[in-house]
């Protein structure tokens, strides 16, 4: 049904566990990230690239979870500053 977000995540928690299977980790992710849940969903779409490191979409979706993260916590920054906070976040060593 509509809006049973503890249940759909239950059912995600469950699919993913410990699992290989990537799309399992990127739809807990999914689901964190519709809830504001941005950091957390890094985290799932960080745990789908683990599995698979061609999951295109994981990227993208990490990606926007960072940039709302970075939106909360740093509003004010310049756009080098958003960048650096995002690459810190990643621990990029780039």
């Not at 049973?4 to 807990?28: C, M």
């Not at 504001?36 to 990227?59: N, Q």
């Not at 990606?63 to 993260?69: D, G, V």
Request: no cysteine.
């Amino acid at each position: 049904g509509i809006g049973k977000f503890d249940l759909a995540f239950q059912d995600f928690q469950k699919a993913a566990g410990d699992t290989e299977f990537a799309p399992a980790h990127y739809n807990r992710g999914k689901l964190l990230y519709e809830l504001g849940k941005y950091r957390f969903a890094a985290k799932g779409y960080s745990r789908a690239i683990l599995k698979d490191p061609l999951y295109a979409d994981a990227y993208t979706g990490r990606a926007m979870a960072y940039t709302f993260l970075e939106k909360i916590h740093s509003p004010n920054l310049t756009s080098i500053g958003r960048l650096n906070w995002v690459l810190n976040e990643l621990n990029w060593k780039g």
